[in-house]
């Protein structure tokens, strides 16, 4: 045997053992549902986003039910700067007026939405772009925020616009994808009572989402790996109660809060489990699926 031919032996068992061991946790998430919030610098970075597009297809190919609910934040301040609009935020929100949601959904339903979709059909999947507002499957109201004036300690309510926060999930639209080979690719735009167009944080649309639809996982691709301790290790795995706990003993802080929040939300409308992990890394969406020990931090239900 030549030397060429004993490297790729060497080679082929090793994909072999690589398949032996996702083959249960293939079986595990054959036919359910696992919403993927897709954004920051997975989503900027070209080679990341291909990879990305790939093993999204992957898991449809796979028998895995995935929807993709995709953020847009500096693609919308860039369209905003193009256009000459100032953007103002509170609490990292952006304050959003009539023309400014008109702009967001144009940005987030038309533009990347549309990058998305031709993304994973290039990668051999069949994709097809979607706003909460189609079917209802997003509904919203007006997010509100107050602030407390540190001398007076009167508070003040904020008017953030057009900025909304869901009040309800139809899930209706995407069961009737669950069993073709579509997958759904999300933009988050609500629709309110009256008709009217809210922007809604990506990480909230995703976690509502998920709770609606009875999610096995939400998957959150951040730009960390996931929530660390005071040490900055990893921690794989917390309940509910133990997030809180975290949180209310400031080792989950800053721009984690919101996001742990989400998946805690997620999981008590509904989700069996949400998952924080790092999208800057090749292929983490299939090392925490089809691996035993994941990538990222599982909060689950106590």
């Known amino acids: 045997m030549t030397v060429d031919k004993a490297r790729r032996r060497v080679e082929w068992l090793a994909q072999a053992g690589i398949l032996t061991e996702a083959l249960p946790f293939m079986r595990r998430y054959t036919g359910k549902t696992v919403i993927i919030k897709y954004g920051g610098h997975a989503m900027g970075d070209a080679s990341l986003a291909q990879l990305f597009a790939r093993d999204v297809t992957l898991l449809k190919q796979v028998g895995v039910n995935p929807i993709v609910v995709h953020g847009g934040g500096p693609q919308i301040g860039e369209m905003l700067t193009r256009l000459a609009k100032e953007s103002e935020f509170i609490d990292g929100l952006r304050v959003t007026d009539q023309e400014t949601v008109d702009i967001v959904e144009m940005v987030l339903s038309g533009r990347i939405n549309k990058q998305i979709v031709a993304a994973l059909q290039q990668a051999g999947g069949y994709a097809v772009g979607l706003s909460g507002k189609d079917g209802g499957l ?74 609606g639809a009875g999610a096995r996982r939400l998957l959150l691709l951040t730009d960390v790996p996931g929530v660390l301790d005071r040490d900055g290790e990893l921690i794989r795995e917390l309940t509910v109660s133990e997030a809180e706990t975290l949180q209310a003993k400031g080792v989950i802080s800053g721009g984690m809060i919101p996001k742990v929040q989400t998946c805690i939300e997620a999981v008590r409308a509904g989700a069996e489990a949400s998952v924080i992990l790092d999208g800057r890394v090749a292929h983490v969406i299939l090392l925490e699926l089809f691996t035993e020990h994941g990538s990222g931090t599982i909060i689950r239900p106590d």
Request: net charge negative.
């Open 138 to 211: 997003l509904q919203a109201k007006k997010l509100t925020r107050t602030v407390k004036d540190p001398e007076s300690r009167i508070e003040r309510h904020l008017d953030l616009g057009f900025v909304g926060e869901p009040t309800a999930v139809d899930p209706t639209i995407l069961e009737t994808f669950r069993d073709t080979k579509v997958i759904p690719v999300i933009a988050p735009i609500g629709i309110g009572a009256e008709g009217e167009t809210y922007n809604i944080n990506a990480d909230t649309a995703a976690g509502a989402i998920a709770g």
